[in-house]
């Protein structure tokens, strides 16, 4: 039983982390900016 390449792990990490992050960002900043939008 090996364990997978840090470097493939890594990469796979970068690949799936970062966009949902910054998805994830995007969507509170544009639900916040609704809020406010809402409340104006």
Known sequence: ????PPTSAVS???RF?????TAAA?????TA???RVELT
């Open 1 to 4: 039983m090996r364990n997978p």
């Open 12 to 14: 796979l990490g970068a």
């Open 17 to 21: 982390d970062g966009p949902s992050q």
């Open 26 to 30: 995007d969507t509170a900043r544009s």
């Open 33 to 35: 900016h609704r809020r």
